[in-house]
């Protein structure tokens, strides 16, 4: 997560008002998993537990200017008190409490820790603290135990650089499975009959190997986590090169950058990841950047168009203050929380108000505001977006979703459509191809009224693609190894897919065999 600590940055359906709650089943293995921080200034008493299946607490960080790279900061008086009401409440309701370690600044030494047998001692030793029961009083300055259910490591990102304090190492992945082995093992030692969680925070793309391209097999750290959760935002932001999506459930044609929800999906999948294992996180924000063109005047309406160098100010509680841990200079985030956009840009989930254009692309399935008066622009996602996101969840057989952060919604509007992970018997969600979605708005959307259909070209039957037929959008392909033809060329299916067109990706869904 891209956040900052003290200002942490650290289907054909339309929904005209907040999805209905589904309550969590006895028994149900889906996951919704929230980030509760204590900058998000949400009372812990006011986090609804029903809506929850765990709650990781954000943050415990290393950083270098702690001293010893093994130490686990916090800070005993600010994450004291929400930590232990954090545990009582979960514990009252039944959700496990887990702490996160790391973050986009805090995850700074974890390389030189990870590399080391007697750091790797230590830290661990130090991260037991976190779900260890305290045995001094409770006001001791330093308890030797909170009580917590487990721990998530954040580790952004091994084998290569995130925040511009943080070590690495070509070396990371294979040391972070060291790690992971060692950890795993202390934890079931000290714990034999209560299992203690271990999960993950990740980036779209398996962990990095030696030679700085993503492992082509991750099977062997799945052993020792119980899930890891893809961070599927901040894909694009004022760090690209123009507008874009913050959290596309396709992945963009160019000039977008190349990933998306679906698209880390089948990254770590095809990498040999368990599908009950996988987590998706989702995003209650979206990013801002000011333009340098008018996008209502566009023709054809495009979500991509150039951007200036300097972000904007987001929402309200968008700062520029520098971060505590990590000085990478006073700047906005520009990021509007989804409470934010409600009121100020959204009067209602679709309908945009004070200036502001709400379009939907297509494309990547999701929703972005434009406001002309000051050219800035944000990509977001609603209620729309993340019912095609939590419905592709169900039919993957995945684990659940994962929220970041509990902070940022409006009255449980975007919650409560993550709650759909929870169904037995829920609405079975039509789409062809991902692009039927009917967006509940007032405004032009800027896309026909009528369903498109993707013609994929072929080539008569001969040769490789004799008696193939063409690749179509609307069509399940189920098994593995299914073929079809291309724009002259023949494709096979690694894994289920609908939707996707066969590309020459060498991670993607769909293996290039050959020109007809």
């Known amino acids: 997560m891209k956040f900052t600590i003290f200002s942490l940055a650290a289907a054909v359906i339309a929904v005209a008002s907040a999805a209905p709650v589904v309550e969590k089943r006895a028994g149900d293995n889906k996951l919704v998993v929230g980030y509760w921080v204590p900058w998000g200034k949400v009372p812990v008493e006011q986090v609804d537990m029903t809506k ?27 994450d004291g008190t929400p930590m232990r009401a954090l545990v009582a409440r979960g514990n009252q309701y039944g959700v496990p409490i887990l702490m996160s370690i790391g973050g986009w600044t805090g995850s700074q030494t974890f390389s030189t820790v990870a590399a080391d047998a007697g750091l790797r001692k230590t830290f661990i030793n130090n991260a037991l603290v976190f779900v260890r029961k305290n045995t001094l009083p409770e006001y001791h300055e330093k308890p030797d135990g909170w009580s ?30 060291i790690l992971l082995k060692e950890l795993r093992a202390a934890l079931d030692a000290e714990f034999p009959t209560k299992r203690k969680l271990l999960t993950a925070a990740v980036r ?16 062997a750290y799945a052993q020792y986590f119980d899930w890891i959760a893809i961070m599927a935002y901040d894909i694009m932001g004022s760090w690209s090169a123009t507008t874009g999506p913050n959290a596309p459930f396709n992945t963009p044609a160019p000039p977008g950058d190349p990933f998306s929800f679906r698209q880390s999906i089948e990254a770590w999948r095809s990498a040999g990841w368990p599908a009950d294992k996988l987590v998706m996180g989702t995003a209650f924000y979206g990013r801002s950047v000011t333009t340098t063109v008018d996008m209502n005047t566009q023709n054809p309406i495009s979500m991509y168009v150039n951007k200036t160098n300097v972000t904007p100010k987001g929402g309200p509680s968008d700062t520029n203050d520098v971060n505590f841990y990590c000085n990478e200079g006073s700047v906005y985030s520009g990021m509007w929380k989804w409470k934010e956009l409600r ?26 505001l434009f406001r002309a008066s000051d050219k800035t622009f944000v990509s977001y996602d609603d209620i729309d977006s993340l019912t095609i996101k939590v419905n592709h969840v169900n039919q993957q ?89 291309y724009n002259g060329r023949l494709y096979t299916n690694n894994w289920w897919t609908q939707g996707e067109a066969p590309s020459g990706s060498a991670w993607g869904v769909w293996k290039d065999v050959g020109a007809c």
Request: with cysteine; aromatic share 10%; glycine share 10%.
């Open 204 to 219: 779209v793309q398996p962990f990095d190997g030696a030679d700085g391209k993503p492992l082509k097999d991750v099977s």
């Open 343 to 368: 009121g100020a840009a959204l009067s209602t989930p679709t309908t945009a108000i004070n200036g502001w254009v709400r379009r939907w692309d297509a494309e990547t399935q999701t929703p972005w």
């Open 397 to 485: 057989g995945l684990r659940g979703v994962m929220l970041w952060d509990i902070s940022y919604d409006y009255n449980s509007e975007l919650l409560d459509v993550l709650q759909k992970v929870h169904c037995t018997n829920c609405p079975v969600i039509t789409t062809t191809g991902y692009t039927t979605i009917v967006p509940t708005t007032t405004v032009d959307t800027g896309i026909p009224s009528s369903t498109s259909t993707v013609v994929a070209t072929t080539t008569a039957g001969t040769g490789l693609c004799a008696g193939v037929a063409p690749w179509n959008s609307a069509t399940v392909y189920a098994a593995p190894g299914t073929k079809v033809t």
């Open 148 to 177: 917590m259910d487990g721990l998530d490591i954040d580790w952004e990102y091994p084998g290569r650089p995130a925040a511009a304090c943080n070590t690495y190492s070509p070396q990371d992945s294979a040391n972070y499975l």
């Open 52 to 78: 929850y299946t765990h709650i990781n607490y954000g943050f415990a960080v290393l950083y270098k200017g702690a001293g010893n790279p093994t130490t686990i900061t916090i800070d005993r008086y600010y």
